[in-house]
């Protein structure tokens, strides 16, 4: 007796659940992101590939974003040292109310990038009115 069974694999599986996980065309979604950064980066060497695409994505989408170097530092000492608003601005001579500004300012610039991408079939999804593909 042979007995076949059918078995449906879901390859954007994953995709979907970056999707779902981080809305990259708004700032709070590259809030979150910028806020995994360091659990990306362990998947990362862990061998999780799309760790991997979502890290070399978004240093692209830094990188293209046109960032000041005060903006770049912001997000680098807020994210990536995990340092409070409060000490950035002191290492960086500015107030925290500047350090909060720089950064809402630095999320929406990132934000448009991955909403370019999104519209342009690159990669990503709008995060915003759920079944429209950028077709607005």
């Not at 042979?2 to 990259?24: G, N, P, Q, W």
């Not at 979604?29 to 862990?46: C, E, F, I, N, T």
């Not at 500047?98 to 709008?126: C, M, P, Q």
Request: proline share 1%.
């Amino acid at each position: 007796m042979i007995i076949i069974v059918s078995t449906t694999i879901d390859l954007t599986e994953k995709e979907r659940r970056i999707d779902e996980a981080y809305a990259l065309d708004n700032p709070e979604g590259v809030r979150l992101l910028l806020s995994d950064y360091h659990a990306l980066v362990k998947r990362q060497y862990d061998g999780d590939t799309d760790a991997i695409v979502i890290i070399a994505d978004l240093s692209n989408a830094i990188e293209l974003a046109n960032l000041t170097s005060r903006q770049k530092s912001a997000i680098n000492c807020v994210f990536i040292k995990d340092w409070t608003q409060g000490q950035t601005g002191r290492e960086l001579g500015i107030s925290q109310q500047a350090v909060g500004n720089y950064i809402a300012t630095t999320l929406s610039k990132i934000a448009a990038v991955f909403e370019y991408w999104a519209k342009h079939d690159e990669g990503y999804r709008l995060s915003y009115g759920k079944g429209n593909l950028g077709n607005d």
